[in-house]
Structure formats: C-alpha cells, structure tokens
C-alpha cells in the first residue's frame, strides 16, 4: 500500500517580513513588564502567502517536535496550526477547572500588546488544548503527559480563513528580557519560514500488530451496566474501549493528519502533541462553536453502518431514523443539550426530528442546535454545561459519569473530552474528541465508544464501537481494503 502523501503544492512560498512592528512591539512590552512587574503578552499577525497548515505542521517535525497542534474545521474552510509554546495554562485541579483555564487566560491577555488589523477569528493570541473527560479518575501512564486541563498558547500559528493564510508570532515578555528577545524570535521565524515547502513526504508506518484490550470484559461491563438501567433511575450510560496497536517504526502525527484530511471529509481533524505523545482524531461531533454571541452545537448520538450501495444506504439511514432503541439514545442528549444551552442562552433553536449525518464510516441520528449566547456566557461557561452530553457520558449527567468511573477499566483521557481553542476575543470553537487515538511513539491507542440504554445488545454495541475504530485504523493503515 502507498501510504505517503506530500501536503505541499506548488513548491515556492513567499512570506513577506516586516521586522519592524514585532521589534517594536516586544520592546514595549518588555517595558511594560517592568514597569507593572508582571509578564506581558506581544502578539503580531501578519498575512502569510499561499502556505498549507498541514505544511506549516511539518515543518516544525523537527524544531518543534512535542509542542505543535492542528485542528481543521467540517466545513473544510478554517485551519490552524500551532508550533512551540509561548505559555501553557495547566492544571490538574477537578473543581473549577473551566473557571480557573478561563480566569488564567484573561490573565494572560490582559494588558498585551496585539498587532492585529484583521476582522478574522482565530488570529493573534489563542490557546489550543483540552480537558480530559473526567478528572476524578484514578489516573494511569497512558496519559501522563496530559494534565486534565492543559492548553497551549503557540509560538507560531499558521491560521488559514476565507481562503487567506495568517501567521501570528506570540511572545511573553518578562521584566529581565532584552532585546535579545526579538533576535531569538525573528531568528526562529526566519528559520522556520525557510523551511515550509521543502518537506520530504512522510509515511505511516507498517502496522505489525492490533491488540484488542478486553473485550470480552467490556461485553460483559455492557451486559452489567443494561441490568441496571433497566432497575434505574440510570437512563443511559456511554461506555468506552481501547485497542492498542504497534508498528514498525515511530508515527509522524503529520502523515497521519493527511490521511484523515483526505478520508474524514467531513469531521474536524486534530492533533494535540505534549511531551512526545500526540493525541490526534476526526470527530464528527461539534461540542460548541461560538462567533461573537452566535453559536452552534449538535446532537450526535445513535448509529448504523453505511451501505454498500447507494440504495442499501438509502435503507439503513431509513432503518436508524425509525430505530426505536437509536431514537432514545438520540433523544436523550438533545433533551440534555436543549438545557444547557437554554441555561446559557438568549435564545435556542433546535428541530423536531433528527436528520442523517454520514461520515466515511458509519452513519448517525443528527440534530443541529442554534442559538445566540447570553452577553455573559463565555465560550467556556458553555463548555462547562455541556461536558459530557448523553453523547459521551450519559443520563442524568453526574450519575452517568460515576457509573463510567466504576465500571469502565479505560483511562479515558482527553477521549470523548472537549478539544479545540480560543481567541482573545472569546471566539472558538470546541469538538467532542471521538474517533481519536493516542500516538506514543511506536505505539498507539484508539478508543470508541457507544451509547448503552436499557434495551442495549453487548453483541451490537461491540460491533459499533468496531465501525468507530474506523476513522482511526484506517489511517493508521490498519484496514486493508
Ligand atoms: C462515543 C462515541 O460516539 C458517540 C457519538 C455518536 C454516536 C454514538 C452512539 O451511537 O453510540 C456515541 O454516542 C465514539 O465514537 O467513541
Ligand atoms: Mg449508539
């Protein structure tokens, strides 16, 4: 199988520097942070040429290897990507955790110096990261390079909107920098521009072996959790399993994220790295998305192969959109997403029926959600009241939750979790991190996971979870087609 994909077109890239306006913007906030004796974020964005971010990602494979992140939206139009940290907000806290990731951002934001001229969101300073799924779980090794809340604010930011690219540089300025600081900045910058389009196509490597963990286990965790939802007050639980795989040779994310670009359409592709793990996937599933007060979220949540044929298609969408056992699964999460996003909205729209949504892989009950946010609701408020819908986690939320942490034997992590950025402005948007998978090296973990109800089959669960792998090991050259 040819598993390369070369991500630069056209071979030249030119990028116009102005040196001037980040040397003077550095040095006033070098003596900004003098005189208030507390860091000051500089900020500059420029426009950037014809540059691809997935091009702009793999020039940082060596420079920035372990501190880079990529995030394409569904829509196919919007895409950053991320190389070195000028700060990172982490924390480990289980209580407040969305508050306190907010209260540090503005922190950060506040008083700094942003050279900014353009309207678009997702320019200048931004954090990229995520929040693990649940931060009361005994925590294992699989990701010990992820505190439950961490997020990344990049040196350097390709982002890439209505068709033009822009490169934002962030620098955090202390009271003991000099001028040092821009000849070490524009230094790396120049260096990290020359690099773009001379990139040697990167391959995934040879698959050796898939290890599913336990599966007769979870079957048995499923059967267990039906008994109890069918005795109650439990209406739905989400339960998760993991395959572990291993290679030939250690996994570049940037192959990886050109595959699933090509084969996930229609899903937002991410990658995340920390400390030499990257945590990468193609997520269907849009948590939240808020521009000024506007924003979208959807119910995600019921599923069903797709056809071979057009016309078999045609007939399983029909089957899952009149499935009594998918249409409870579904209703649930637009109950619980309909409160929240009232709790934090002016306004909310949200049909009466499901629709299809079909990725490469499987099919879904769909419902879209509109509405416009509260002047005081931030991106994050909403977050908070969203994670976990019933999507992830389950009915009512908090028993859901503790009933995952009882009976499943994953670590989650930041599957299932929300992932995703935002601007200083507040703009950002959040996916729900499904079909991803944890890349360690050599070796790499996936996770799915399906939505149990009282009248669940363990033996159908396990085959969905099967087609949710999909996304994954197909580029991870895992399904031989
Ligand atoms: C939990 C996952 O999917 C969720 C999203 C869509 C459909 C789901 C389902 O039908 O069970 C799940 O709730 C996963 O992909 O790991
Ligand atoms: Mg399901």
Not at 72 to 93: C, H, N, W
Not at 138 to 154: G, R, V
Not at 180 to 205: H, Q, W, Y
């Amino acid at each position: 199988m040819d598993n390369s994909f070369g991500c630069c077109v056209g071979g030249k890239f030119v990028v116009t520097i102005h040196e001037t306006e980040l040397k003077e913007a550095i040095h006033l906030g070098i003596e900004k942070a003098r005189e208030q004796g507390r860091p000051i974020l500089v900020s500059e964005v420029r426009k950037a040429g014809a540059i691809e971010a997935l091009c702009f990602f793999d020039s940082g494979r060596t420079d920035f290897f372990g501190e880079r992140f990529y995030w394409r939206d569904p829509e196919g139009g919007f895409y950053i990507a991320g190389l070195g940290i000028a700060a990172q907000l982490s924390s480990d806290l289980a209580e407040g955790r969305f508050s306190y990731i907010g209260r540090s951002w503005n922190e950060l934001i506040q008083g700094g110096i942003i050279v900014n001229p353009y309207k678009e969101a997702g320019l200048g300073p931004l954090m990229f990261g995520g929040f693990s799924f649940d931060p009361h779980k005994q925590k294992t090794a699989l990701w010990s390079k992820y505190p439950d809340s961490l997020f990344h604010i990049p040196r350097f930011m390709l982002t890439v909107a209505g068709g033009e690219a822009f490169l934002t540089t962030n620098v955090v300025c202390t009271k003991h920098d000099g001028i040092s600081l821009f000849k070490k900045v524009a230094g790396e910058r120049e260096s990290l521009l020359k690099n773009i389009g001379t990139r040697m196509d990167v391959e995934v490597p040879s698959l050796k072996e898939i290890k599913e963990i336990a599966a007769g286990e979870w079957k048995g965790t499923v059967m267990e959790a039906v008994t109890q939802l069918q005795e109650g007050p439990l209406k739905k639980v989400v339960l998760a399993r993991e395959l572990r795989l291993l290679f030939e040779s250690e996994v570049e994310s940037g192959a990886v994220l050109g595959r699933l670009e090509l084969e996930q359409k229609a899903s937002f592709i991410f990658s995340f790295e920390s400390g030499g793990d990257s945590f990468i996937g193609a997520s269907p599933e849009r948590l939240i998305k808020k521009r000024g007060r506007s924003v979208r979220s959807a119910c995600l949540a019921g599923s069903i192969q797709r056809g071979k044929t057009g016309n078999e298609d045609t007939m399983l969408g029909n089957q899952l959109l009149s499935d009594e056992k998918n249409l409870k699964e579904h209703q649930y999460v637009v109950d619980m997403i309909r409160d929240a996003m009232e709790k934090t909205c002016d306004s909310v729209v949200i049909p009466d029926q499901p629709q299809l949504m079909k990725v490469r892989d499987i099919q879904h009950l769909y419902t879209p959600v509109e509405g416009i946010a509260k002047e005081s609701s931030s991106l994050l408020d909403i977050v908070e009241r969203l994670h976990p819908t019933p999507a992830l986690g389950g009915l009512p939320k908090e028993a859901a939750i503790a009933k995952i942490r009882e009976l499943e034997t994953l670590d989650r992590g930041l599957y299932a979790a929300p992932i995703g950025w935002m601007d200083y402005a507040g703009n950002g948007e959040f996916a729900v991190a499904i079909r991803s998978g944890l890349i360690q090296g050599k070796e790499a973990s996936l996770f799915a996971g399906c939505g149990v109800v009282a009248n669940s089959d363990a033996e159908s669960e396990y085959l969905e979870t099967g087609l949710k792998f999909r996304p994954m090991l197909s580029a991870l050259g895992g399904i031989k087609e």
